[in-house]
C-alpha cells in the first residue's frame, strides 16, 4: 500500500483552514493546549474536524504523522 506524506498546510486545507503559512502560525499562536486535553477534544474543532482528527488518529491513518505534529505544536 502507498503511504501518502501530509505537509502541514496539507492538514489545515483539509480541515478546511486557511493553510497560508500566516495563517498556520496564527492559529498555532492563539490556540495552545492543556497537557491534559486530547488534540480532537479541543473545544475549538468543529464536530466535523473533531471528527477527521479522531478517525486519522485510530486507523493511524496517512494524516496521523502530521497530525502528531500539529498535536506537538499545540502543547508546547
Known amino acids: 500500500m502507498e503511504q501518502h506524506h501530509h505537509a502541514f498546510r496539507d492538514l ?3 480541515l478546511g483552514l486557511p493553510n497560508s503559512d500566516a495563517a498556520i ?5 492563539e490556540h495552545s493546549l492543556q497537557q491534559q486535553t486530547r488534540l480532537p477534544d479541543a473545544d475549538f474543532w468543529t464536530p466535523a474536524q473533531a ?3 479522531r478517525d486519522a488518529w485510530r ?3 496517512d494524516w496521523a504523522e502530521v497530525i502528531d505534529q500539529l498535536n506537538a505544536t499545540l502543547h508546547h
Do not use: E, K, T, V
Open 12 to 14: 489545515f486545507a483539509q
Open 25 to 29: 502560525q496564527r492559529f498555532c499562536a
Open 51 to 53: 471528527q477527521f482528527l
Open 59 to 61: 486507523q493511524d491513518a
